[in-house]
């Protein structure tokens, strides 16, 4: 079992839905949880950086985190055919410097 | 602020040779580290580097190996390749030892035949 389960996807949405984006963990040590959106042939864009538990929002971008359940999620609201994107979770336990990536999911955005 | 950088962009080789692969990091950022994206296992770390001195490592074979310079710029280097070493090499900066906060560059594409 990986320490990392992201559902790889497809996921296909119309412009302007919710989209929420999963991912659950197994090493209780993990503390720092980031989500990357990666388009093709590029590299992955940090697009969320949280520590512990609780939500963060940075425009339409909203990241949960529930550590009693080892469960994170990213929302995405009023999505655009732009978005249509992998989109990686990663998480790391204290000063170590390695993330542990989740297999990505593949999202798109129908205009 | 320019991003990480990477190069060269894409690499073509033969099984046996090697390679190395370079990495600027964002200016000020002192952590290098090194991942291997491949469609089958994913994102997988392989080292990271701070102050000229590889920090943390990965799973990965000793075929496989980094260093740092004084300026935070780093290269990897892989030996003997082999057709499984085909994968995208991603480099990130972060500021310091052990920074989760990573930024990553283009990757270098190397294609093993």
């Known amino acids: 079992q990986k320490e990392v389960e992201q559902d790889p996807g497809p996921l296909s949405v119309p412009e302007g839905a919710i989209v929420s984006l999963n991912c659950t963990y197994s090493?209780?040590?993990?503390?720092?949880f980031m989500w990357y959106r990666q388009y093709s042939r590029k590299g992955p864009e940090l697009l969320m950086y949280t520590y512990s538990s609780g939500n963060k929002e940075d425009g339409r971008f909203t990241a949960q985190v529930d550590k009693s359940s080892k469960y994170i999620s990213l929302f995405i609201r009023d999505s655009q055919p732009s978005d249509s994107a992998t989109y990686l979770c990663?998480?790391?336990?204290?000063?170590?410097?390695?993330?542990?990536f989740g297999q990505g999911t593949t999202l798109q955005v129908k205009p | 602020k320019a991003g990480v950088t990477q190069t060269p962009r894409y690499l073509i080789k033969t099984r046996g040779q090697q390679v190395t692969l370079s990495c600027s990091p964002i200016s000020g950022h002192r952590s290098v580290s090194w991942y291997q994206q491949t469609p089958g296992q994913g994102l997988q770390f392989l080292f990271e580097?701070?102050?000229?001195?590889?920090?943390n490592k990965g799973n990965f074979p000793g075929r496989f190996s980094g260093r740092q310079f004084s300026n935070s710029r780093s290269e990897m280097n892989v030996s003997t390749l082999e057709l499984g070493d085909s994968a995208l090499y991603l480099c990130a900066s972060s500021l310091g030892w052990g920074n989760n906060e990573q930024f990553f560059g283009p990757g270098t594409r190397l294609t093993v035949l």
């Open positions: 090493n209780s040590a993990f503390q720092y």
């Open positions: 990663a998480m790391s336990g204290d000063n170590t410097g390695k993330l542990i």
């Open positions: 580097y701070f102050s000229e001195t590889q920090r």
